[in-house]
């Protein structure tokens, strides 16, 4: 079993800036891919950015792409979400997954556990 727990989640205002934390309970944290998901009001959950186990690999949805970093720290057992130029559309309540799969990693269906979510909102 992994539980995740996210934080680093708040308002702020549209071109700021946030970095959201997910700690790990896993002791074998290294062998989990990671990935962050949003779920905006109103819509599904969607994919925003994933990271392989060693972090050689990342993978990004094309609307945050060149905006949003994602990183993992595999000594502290914690994965990050540097999310720069934030705007208004980037509102949503964002989740931590890990799992064990190498490859895919941008659908909801490829992990296996999940953290309880951490609200971003992004005012104008």
């Known amino acids: 079993q992994v539980q995740l727990v996210e934080s680093g989640g708040g308002l702020v205002q549209a071109g700021g800036s946030l970095r959201l934390s997910c700690a790990a309970s896993a002791r074998t944290f290294s062998t989990y891919a990671m990935g962050w998901f949003r779920r905006a009001p109103g819509k599904e959950r969607e994919f925003a950015a994933a990271?392989?186990?060693?972090?050689?690999?990342?993978y990004y949805a094309d609307s945050v792409k060149g905006r949003f970093t994602i990183s993992r720290d595999n000594a502290k057992n914690t994965v990050y979400l540097q999310m720069n130029s934030l705007k208004r559309e980037d509102t949503a309540a964002f989740y931590c997954a890990a799992t064990l799969r190498a490859v895919g990693l941008t659908r909801s269906s490829d992990y296996e556990y999940w953290g309880q979510g951490t609200q971003v909102t992004v005012s104008s």
């Open positions: 990271i392989s186990r060693g972090g050689s690999s990342t």
